[in-house]
Structure formats: C-alpha cells, structure tokens
C-alpha cells in the first residue's frame, strides 16, 4: 500500500487513510516489533513537537 495523500484541510478521510496505511504497516508485526515500531515514531513526533514548543517560546 503506498502513503496516503492527505488533503490541507485533514478531514475524517485522512484519519481513516491514516489508520488504514498504519494498520497495513503493522499487521504481520510481531508484538515485540509493534512496540518497537511506535515508540520509535512516538519518540520523533515528541521531539518534533518540543522543538515546536521551543521555537514559540
């Protein structure tokens, strides 16, 4: 399955392709990977949102 476009105003539509891309990533995951896979990415979308936070400051 290839990325999902998003649209510039981020609709319902985008959740739903969101959810579906990541659910395509992840279904023949062990449990082990799965954790690995989002804590990883929960790990760059933290530092992407403190440098956010930093920037506004």
Not at 33 to 48: F, V
């Amino acid at each position: 399955m290839n990325k999902p476009v998003l649209s510039s105003d981020f609709t319902i539509e985008d959740i739903h392709k969101l959810r579906e891309y990541n659910y395509y990533l992840t279904k023949d995951m062990s449990r082990q990977e799965r954790i690995d896979y989002y804590n990883i990415h929960g790990m760059e979308i933290h530092k992407e949102i403190q440098a956010r936070k930093l920037q506004k400051i």
